[in-house]
């Protein structure tokens, strides 16, 4: 990483996420296109995705079908490659384990390495839009940190415990090529995979032919 990259990085602000949440929420979502959700299997989703370098129209025309696409889907996050765009943005319309709503999107992601007093972890269910209808334990840090930016391309910092940080760190994942069942074990993993082949989305996905 440039020195530049990491000067911006230690100058990003912390954003407050958690104001008019229904209102910033919606504008995004009306002006939006829901997309179907891509799988498991989609190669979109099994490699690194590619940084976004110009932050324009274009790139806020994405946000806005993301949150389209996240609330047809009923999800609480959603990684850009998840509707088949192999660029670094996540967004999030996620609650903390107080019940305070959390909503924003994050270009260019990166999680900041813990130290060993930060990682208490938490074993808690989880599942993915990408892995429809299956569930699995899963331990995370209960806390993050994710730097990046926002959609104007200025430098950004959120941070998140328990639930929130789940969601924070299982978007960031994505983006790197990462699904949660990716860090189960062989047998946990196959078994997230039956779930999946035993059962039905409630949402539209892109089939793997």
Do not use: W
Request: hydrophobic share 35%; charged share 30%.
């Amino acid at each position: 990483m440039a020195q530049q990259e990491t000067d911006q990085q230690l100058s990003a602000e912390f954003i407050v996420d958690t104001e008019d949440c229904e209102e910033r929420e919606a504008a995004y979502r009306e002006r939006g296109t829901a997309r179907p959700i891509t799988v498991v299997g989609n190669p979109v989703l099994h490699k690194e995705c590619r940084d976004v370098t110009e932050f324009d129209d274009e790139l806020g025309r994405l946000i806005d079908d993301m949150f389209a696409s996240q609330r047809a889907a009923e999800g609480v996050g959603l990684a850009a490659n998840q509707i088949g765009v192999d660029r670094k943005v996540f967004i999030y319309d996620c609650p903390d384990d107080d019940g305070v709503r959390h909503v924003g999107a994050v270009v260019n992601p990166v999680l900041d390495e813990l130290p060993p007093e930060r990682r208490a972890l938490e074993e808690a269910n989880e599942g993915c839009l990408s892995v429809p209808t299956a569930y699995a334990n899963l331990a995370r840090p209960d806390y993050a940190l994710v730097r990046g930016r926002d959609a104007a391309g200025n430098p950004i910092a959120i941070e998140g415990t328990g639930y929130f940080a789940r969601c924070l760190q299982h978007e960031t994942d994505h983006l790197y090529g990462r699904l949660y069942i990716d860090r189960l074990s062989k047998r946990e993993r196959k078994d997230a995979l039956r779930q999946m082949d035993e059962g039905t989305p409630r949402y539209e996905v892109v089939p793997n032919d």
